[in-house]
């Protein structure tokens, strides 16, 4: 079935430092719906950024992915960290590639940014 | 915008006691989610409604129950809590099915 791996449970970084957190995905079907949700301490989790377009870079807030169906990867990406982005990140995949799926969560990745 | 309450924001129950989470939306969405937060497991599905009046079992849905009230309200209930059931549960809001999803602040389920 469809599934997604974030391979690190935590990222430490130092402010300024770029960031990249990885996420890849399992699916049959070809046109697969990738995201990315943000949780940040005491607020709820929310949308940061989401593709379906292969190859093409996607941004919001700074951060960007681009979906690479050939290695079926949807990496989290920006250039310089800083410390409000310590927060848990989820890649979620869209299931059987269909806009109007369920959601599949990864572990997550949890994001430590210090000075 | 709209908002997403789910209450209480703790609960404490006993090894076997039957526990209900509650959640309002007020998005108009017509897709709600119960999900079970753990530390290095993600987010899991538990159960989904798309419409009012309809339930859907997710991955997780052993041990638990749900109910569609009303389009606004989704209920989970624990039908037996177990100690190693303890974590936050978050319930989520969709336009429909596969729209983005807005997420409540939490519930934090402890067993003693």
């Known amino acids: 079935g469809d599934s997604v791996t974030q391979t690190e449970g935590l990222v430490t970084l130092t402010e300024g430092l770029p960031v990249m957190l990885n996420c890849t995905y399992q699916?049959?079907?070809?046109?697969?719906?990738l995201f990315w949700y943000v949780h940040y301490l005491n607020e709820s989790p929310r949308l940061l950024l989401k593709?379906?377009?292969?190859?093409k870079r996607t941004e919001h807030q700074g951060f960007h992915a681009t979906l690479h169906k050939s290695s079926s990867s949807f990496h989290l990406q920006k250039s310089s960290a800083q410390l409000s982005d310590s927060a848990l990140y989820y890649c979620?995949?869209?299931?059987?590639?269909?806009?109007?799926?369920?959601?599949?969560f990864g572990a997550g990745t949890q994001l430590i940014v210090i000075p | 915008g709209g908002i997403i309450t789910q209450t209480p924001k703790f609960l404490i129950g006993q090894e076997g006691q039957k526990l209900t989470l509650k959640c309002q939306q007020n998005f108009n969405h017509d897709t709600m989610y119960w999900y079970r937060q753990d530390s290095g497991k993600g987010l899991r599905l538990i159960y989904y409604s798309i419409t009012e009046n309809d339930l859907q079992k997710g991955d997780l849905s052993e041990g638990y129950d749900a109910s569609r009230e009303k389009k606004s309200s989704f209920s989970l209930t624990v039908t037996s809590a177990q100690k190693n059931e303890m974590a936050v549960f978050l319930c989520a809001s969709s336009m429909r099915l596969g729209g983005q999803q807005y997420f409540g602040p939490g519930t934090r389920l402890t067993v003693l």
């Open positions: 593709s379906s377009t292969d190859n």
């Open positions: 979620a995949l869209s299931d059987r590639g269909s806009a109007l799926g369920r959601l599949h």
């Open positions: 699916t049959i079907y070809s046109n697969p719906f």
